[in-house]
């Protein structure tokens, strides 16, 4: 691994170029339980679509969908900010080192 401790000392390691490839990287093929209770529940509202003949939404299989939901947002919030604050370090190391 990196050495880092702490996830916050994992971003304080990366590049821009490192995050545009893990942002890239997860809109292709997102990853984690999030995901998994999506595919999940994908499966059993296509079966139960054709065992009851009504439409079914994957989210109809996914009790704390909701949650996430919230959760999801926050967390994007936080990253947001985080990346801003990067940002920000970044633009300013850049602008001392042309000078």
């Known amino acids: 691994m990196c050495g ?3 996830l916050p000392d994992l971003y304080d390691g ?3 170029m490192d995050l545009a490839v893990l942002d890239a990287w997860m ?5 984690g339980e999030e995901r998994a209770d999506l595919r999940a529940g994908i499966v059993t509202a296509a079966i139960e ?8 939404k994957p989210g109809d299989y996914m009790p704390i969908i909701r949650s996430l939901e919230a959760q999801r947002i926050q967390d994007t ?8 604050r990067q940002w ?3 633009m300013r190391m850049w602008n001392r080192k042309r000078k």
């Not at 809109?27 to 990853?31: E, F, G, L, T």
């Not at 679509?49 to 079914?56: D, F, G, I, N, V």
């Not at 919030?77 to 801003?84: D, I, S, T």
Request: hydrophobic share 25%; glycine share 4%.
């Open 4 to 6: 880092c401790k702490r």
């Open 14 to 16: 990366l590049t821009s």
């Open 27 to 31: 809109q292709i093929d997102p990853q």
């Open 49 to 56: 679509t054709l065992r009851t003949k009504a439409p079914q």
């Open 77 to 84: 919030v936080e990253q947001a900010e985080h990346l801003k």
């Open 88 to 90: 920000g370090k970044a």
